[in-house]
């Protein structure tokens, strides 16, 4: 079995760089060799290899779902797309194409799970809001529940 955690966004654009600086935070943690760490950037569709190998994905990006900034939520990929077919993330369309060409091989994931971030800005700048940085601990904690549900 193996198991991805994906950050994704962009670390160019502060709050959209989320996905990315999850996964230098949970380098701080130990996994098992069938759980792989992988900063995705932004390109996600360049990530279609990776998704045919893989058992359980959990993607981490910047969602703008309408809530306050640092709202966490947990969607699966038919949540991505509203009824409008308005990506709500910048990356879901590239995210959505790879899971669906995967799918159209047989080689979806079994599960896939997007932990999305509301942010509060996006604009030029490395560094994160003070709301976003402070909930990526929450955000990893929830990270690592699903993957222990996955490795049990």
Same mark, same amino acid.
């Given at each position: ?5 994906? *950050?994704? #966004?962009?670390? +160019? ?8 600086? =999850? ?5 701080? &943690? @130990? ?7 992988? /900063?995705? #950037? =932004?390109? !996600?569709?360049? +990530? &279609? #290899?990776?998704? !045919?190998? !893989? ?5 981490? /990006? %910047? ?7 640092? =709202? ?7 949540? +991505?797309?509203?009824?409008?077919? !308005?990506?709500? @993330?910048?990356?879901? +369309?590239?995210?959505?194409? %790879?899971?669906?060409? %995967? %799918?159209?091989? *047989?080689?979806?994931?079994? @599960? ?16 994160? @809001? ?23």
């Amino acid at each position: 079995m193996k198991v991805v955690i994906l *950050g994704i #966004g962009n670390i +160019l654009l502060k709050d959209e760089g989320v996905g990315v600086r =999850t996964i230098e935070y949970l380098h701080r &943690f @130990s996994f098992p060799p069938q759980v792989e760490l992988v /900063d995705g #950037g =932004t390109a !996600t569709f360049d +990530l &279609f #290899g990776l998704f !045919t190998e !893989t058992d359980h994905l959990v993607v981490i /990006d %910047a969602v703008k779902g309408g809530m306050s900034p640092g =709202t966490i939520y947990r969607l699966e990929p038919k949540d +991505l797309l509203p009824r409008q077919h !308005t990506p709500i @993330s910048p990356h879901d +369309l590239g995210l959505l194409d %790879a899971l669906d060409m %995967a %799918a159209k091989i *047989g080689r979806l994931p079994h @599960s896939v799970v997007i932990f999305g971030i509301e942010p509060k800005e996006i604009d030029w700048g490395m560094e994160l @809001s003070p709301e976003i940085e402070g909930i990526i601990p929450k955000v990893a904690d929830l990270v690592l529940a699903e993957v222990e549900g996955y490795l049990k």
